[in-house]
């Protein structure tokens, strides 16, 4: 069964390795993130969440209910539009369990490259909601998070609501 990681857990921290082999493993832990995000109400959910540290995801597209398996994802391109939207983090939750919000700043649209479940590589143009996702799942597996977006004093504002990680 897997474990959600919380903020302050080191892994959420940690760059992942790209993926080298498609394994039945692997499948089979990615159907599982889609079971979790489903589960906790989530759209998106990066490997480092669950404390692999491999460059894999899953996300959803809220509008449609397209789920993507990525393996191995790169933003290959972004546009010079910026839309500022309120986002929020399964790892990053607050002491009600739920977790915390706020406004990030970041491109309306990218374009993604990524190989899927089959090992057939990919490519798609995202804008809005869908766009948002993939950046902020794809920055889990470079180590980073939303609050890292945010002014010092804002970040340190919404991490006093923050349950801290059991140790």
């Known amino acids: 069964m897997l474990q959600m990681k919380l903020c302050?857990?080191?892994?959420?921290?940690?760059?992942?390795?790209?993926?080298?082999?498609?394994t039945p493993e692997l499948l089979s832990t990615m159907n599982q993130m889609v079971e979790m995000?489903?589960?906790q109400n989530g759209v998106g959910l990066a490997a480092p969440q669950i404390g692999?540290?491999?460059?894999?995801?899953?996300m959803m597209d809220p509008d449609t209910?397209?789920?993507?398996?990525?393996?191995?994802p790169q933003i290959v391109s972004?546009?010079?539009?910026v839309c500022t939207m309120e986002e929020g983090c399964l790892s990053v939750l607050g002491h009600d369990g739920l977790p915390v919000f706020a406004n990030v700043s970041r491109?309306?649209?990218?374009?993604?490259?990524?190989?899927?479940?089959?090992?057939?590589?990919?490519?798609?143009?995202?804008?809005?909601?869908?766009?948002?996702?993939?950046?902020?799942e794809t920055d889990?597996?470079?180590?980073?998070?939303?609050?890292?977006?945010?002014?010092?004093?804002?970040?340190?504002?919404?991490?006093?609501?923050?349950?801290?990680?059991?140790?």
């Not at 209910?65 to 191995?72: A, F, G, Q, S, W």
């Not at 972004?78 to 539009?81: G, P």
């Not at 491109?107 to 993939?134: C, F, L, N």
């Open 65 to 72: 209910e397209t789920v993507y398996k990525m393996i191995n």
């Open 37 to 39: 995000m489903r589960a």
């Open 140 to 167: 889990h597996l470079d180590g980073k998070l939303f609050i890292d977006y945010l002014s010092p004093i804002r970040r340190e504002m919404l991490m006093r609501k923050v349950k801290k990680l059991k140790k």
């Open 8 to 22: 302050g857990d080191l892994v959420l921290r940690t760059k992942c390795a790209p993926v080298d082999h498609i």
């Open 52 to 58: 692999a540290l491999s460059r894999f995801l899953v």
């Open 107 to 136: 491109p309306q649209s990218v374009v993604v490259e990524w190989t899927d479940e089959t090992g057939a590589k990919k490519m798609a143009e995202m804008s809005g909601v869908p766009a948002r996702i993939v950046q902020h």
């Open 78 to 81: 972004h546009s010079s539009d």
